[in-house]
């Protein structure tokens, strides 16, 4: 077990300081993100114009939403995982990984870890620059347990991010491409996502439906949790959902790897 577990960490050291190198784009994609959330507070601002709540949230409640999903966006979100799984289907360096004792998920998730541990600690640095234009608008609620039960969302909403990235990687196996499975997963991510707004603004059959899906546990779910959108039982029953989630993904994943792998030998003769 010792074993195994410093075989994952010297991968995941090498992934971290591989996208150390890369610090500096990681600190220019927040720098940018600034311009999309100075867009989303004239939005919402002008939104709520003579009016003092939307969905029964102020202004100040909705805004810290925005600015919470920047942050968690760069700690779960994965940017470039299935291009890069792609890349080693197609040009056929996961064949070392055939002739070895390691998990090709394993392996892919310890880089990815330390890559969003990167990018989200230097998201920090444009928020920081921010802060003191942002800051009054910013406001959060003080319950303890939304710590205890947001930090586990937010480890799962990862794992499914990385899921996801992983399965659309594994269809390489099939498809020559798959830049448009990852463009209309976006765009599908972006809506119910809550990327574009909460969707608890939505009317109740269809944010109850819309929950049930995979898509708000990527970023809504967490963000909801630690803006005070969600409450405390509500949480733990999302939190289970969003487990199922993880299961259901990480198997659809493992079996397309299997039978990605019968016909990778196949064709490779």
């Known amino acids: 077990m010792f074993s195994l577990f410093e075989k994952y960490r010297q991968v995941f050291l090498i992934g ?28 919402w601002g002008a939104a709520f114009e003579g009016t003092a709540d939307i969905g029964g949230f102020d202004l100040r409640q909705t805004l810290t939403y925005f600015v919470t999903l920047l942050v968690l966006q760069f700690f779960v979100s994965a940017f470039n995982e299935d291009y890069q799984i792609s890349e080693e289907i197609r040009n056929g360096l996961i064949n070392q990984f055939l002739l070895k004792p390691i998990n090709y998920f394993a392996y892919r998730f310890s880089i990815f870890v330390a890559a969003r541990l990167v990018s989200g600690a230097l998201v920090f640095v444009p928020l920081l620059v921010a802060l003191p234009v942002i800051g009054e608008y910013l406001t959060f609620p003080v319950e303890g347990w939304r710590l205890a039960v947001g930090i586990p969302a937010l480890f799962l909403s990862a794992l499914i991010q990385f899921c996801i990235a ?4 594994m269809l390489t196996f099939w498809f020559l491409e798959i830049q448009g499975f990852v463009i209309l997963s976006m765009a599908i991510e972006s809506v119910l996502g809550g990327q574009i707004f909460p969707l608890d603004l939505m009317s109740p059959d269809v944010f109850a439906a819309s ?39 990480y198997t659809i994943g493992h079996g397309l790897w299997i039978r990605g792998l019968r016909r990778h030998t196949a064709v490779g003769g």
């Open 16 to 43: 971290l300081q591989s996208n150390i190198v890369y610090r500096w784009n990681f600190a220019v994609r927040g720098f940018f993100s600034l311009f999309h959330l100075a867009v989303v507070f004239i939005l």
């Open 211 to 249: 929950m049930l899906l995979p898509y708000p546990y990527q970023m809504y779910f967490p963000g909801a949790i630690f803006t005070g959108r969600f409450g405390y039982e509500e949480s733990l029953w999302c939190l289970g959902i969003q487990a199922c989630w993880v299961g259901i993904l």
């Open 166 to 169: 992983y399965i659309f990687g």
